[in-house]
């Protein structure tokens, strides 16, 4: 089922710095790209989210960047904050199916 | 808005126990999405249903699973019998279905441990 690859594993980033996070996805018929957070003991929530006919879509500090013919979309963190430290999924969506990459830990020292 | 409700939260039970979670979801969402998430395969749809009728099983590992929705407003997942495999957060979640997106909203989850 695993059709969405996601690294890196777990992240750490310095408070102000830049998180990335990548994802590349294999089925050409996914047509929804969001990602979602997910803090302890809580369930994943939507962050942002990008559609494959454009490549860069901003909300705030987070930017998803999607490269179609790469087939690969990434998501920055900009001035990277305490706040921001999570469980990060990207995803792909198609026939209504909603499948995840395998989530990246991401903590961000004060 | 509640929001998704799952219950329980927490349930430990033995090798071999009927384990049944439920989920509410938010009202007027014609969608409902049954994932398991575990630290080695990550989040796992299980199955799908679209207007309370099932359209995906495919993720359902194995015929101790099964799930339902007898109407609009619950579902259940039951595993019968339970196996210290099985142990996972099992979330819940639900969307309008508009067209070939629309956000998912997901409920806190069931912990469950099989013993």
């Known amino acids: 089922q695993q059709q969405v690859k996601q690294s890196p594993q777990s992240l750490i980033v310095q408070k102000g710095g830049i998180s990335i996070i990548n994802c590349a996805y294999e089925?050409?018929?996914?047509?929804?790209f969001p990602w979602y957070q997910q803090f302890p003991g809580k369930g994943p929530a939507l962050l942002i989210a990008?559609?494959?006919?454009?490549s860069e879509k901003k909300e705030g500090r987070f930017t998803i960047s999607f490269n179609k013919s790469a087939k690969q979309f990434s998501l920055h963190i900009m001035d990277s904050q305490p706040g921001d430290s999570a469980t990060y999924f990207c995803?792909?969506?198609?026939?209504?199916?909603?499948?995840f990459g395998q989530g990246t830990r991401l903590t961000i020292n004060p | 808005d509640a929001g998704v409700i799952q219950s329980p939260r927490h349930e430990v039970t033995e090798m071999g126990q009927e384990v049944t979670l439920r989920c509410k979801p938010i009202?007027?969402?014609?969608?409902l999405f049954w994932y398991r998430q575990t630290m080695m395969r990550g989040l796992e749809l299980l199955i799908y249903?679209?207007?309370?009728?099932?359209?995906?099983d495919s993720g359902m590992p194995e015929d101790r699973f099964s799930a339902k929705m007898p109407n609009a407003s619950f579902s259940t997942l039951k595993i019968q019998p339970s196996e210290p495999r099985d142990s996972a957060v099992y979330f819940c979640?639900?969307?309008?279905?508009?067209?070939?997106?629309?956000?998912?909203?997901f409920g806190e989850g069931s912990r469950l441990t099989v013993l």
């Open positions: 089925n050409t018929a996914f047509d929804y």
């Open positions: 990008i559609r494959p006919d454009v």
């Open positions: 249903f679209n207007n309370n009728v099932p359209i995906d």
């Open positions: 995803a792909a969506q198609g026939a209504q199916k909603l499948v």
């Open positions: 979640a639900s969307r309008m279905t508009s067209g070939s997106s629309g956000e998912l909203f």
């Open positions: 009202s007027g969402h014609n969608s």
